[in-house]
Nanobody, 115 residues
Framework: VQLVESGGGLVQPGGSLRLSCAASGFTFSRYRMMWYRQGPGKARELVAGIASAGGITNYADSVKGRFTISRDNAENTVYLQMNSLKPEDTAVYSC?????????WGQGTQVTVSS
């Protein structure tokens, strides 16, 4: 089982990034997918989630209207489009796959928002 995130990097405030999480080794389309983040000195936070079929999404209040989660079950990939980035969005972003009590995690990708 693998979850491999990509797309992180350094971006200026107000900029955009698109994170990807490529899954393998399990039936991706059955799993709810989520993006979490952990900023420096902060607890891990659920950023966004999407149902297995992709129709239902949820977001942390801090990112509503700026971030969009989506998935492509044919490509076994979940995305996080991040717009209007703020310095407080700086964190390691990790994807998570959840089905019942079974959960898988990626290794994370660093997002740094700074001028």
């Amino acid at each position: 089982v693998q979850l491999v995130e990509s797309g992180g990097g350094l971006v200026q405030p107000g900029g955009s990034l698109r994170l990807s999480c490529a899954a393998s080794g399990f039936t991706f389309s059955r799993y709810r997918m989520m993006w979490y983040r952990q900023g420096p000195g902060k607890a891990r936070e659920l950023v966004a989630g999407i149902a297995s079929a992709g129709g239902i999404t949820n977001y942390a209040d801090s990112v509503k209207g700026r971030f969009t989660i989506s998935r492509d079950n044919a490509e076994n990939t979940v995305y996080l489009q991040m717009n209007s980035l703020k310095p407080e969005d700086t964190a390691v972003y990790s994807c998570n796959a959840l089905l019942g009590f079974q959960a898988y995690w990626g290794q994370g990708t660093q997002v740094t928002v700074s001028s």
